[in-house]
């Protein structure tokens, strides 16, 4: 069993800058995939980026030059760094652990609202 937590959600204004956090309860440093995903309402859930155990990343178009992910293995720790908000960006943002040894987690959401 592993515990995703998530923080940094909140309220910014358009252009401004929020950076999300995942700490899992278990050590990271072996997980081949981590991912951050979103979900506005009525829409499905879709991938804002991921990265793998090497560091190599993928972003969504409507977020590539904007969103960074990174991962701090010596803190089990998971980071979104959102840049230049738009008001699209808004939406329950979840992290995401793909592990050949644990299995599929999920974190349990954090909001984020940007407002024009």
């Known amino acids: 069993q592993v515990h995703l937590v998530e923080s940094g959600g909140g309220l910014v204004q358009t252009g401004g800058s929020l950076r999300l956090s995942c700490t899992a309860s278990?050590?990271?440093?072996?997980?081949?995939?981590m991912g951050w995903y979103r979900q506005a309402p009525g829409k499905q859930r879709e991938l804002v980026a991921s990265?793998?155990?090497?560091?190599?990343?993928n972003y969504a178009g409507s977020v590539k030059g904007r969103f960074t992910i990174s991962r701090d293995n010596a803190k089990n720790t998971l980071y979104l760094q959102m840049n230049s908000l738009k008001p699209e960006d808004t939406a329950v943002y979840y992290c995401?652990?793909?592990?050949?040894?644990?299995?599929?987690?999920w974190g349990q959401g954090a909001q984020v609202t940007v407002s024009s």
């Open positions: 995401r652990i793909l592990s050949s040894d644990w299995g599929n987690y």
């Open positions: 278990r050590n990271i440093f072996s997980v081949e995939a």
């Open positions: 990265i793998t155990s090497g560091g190599n990343t």
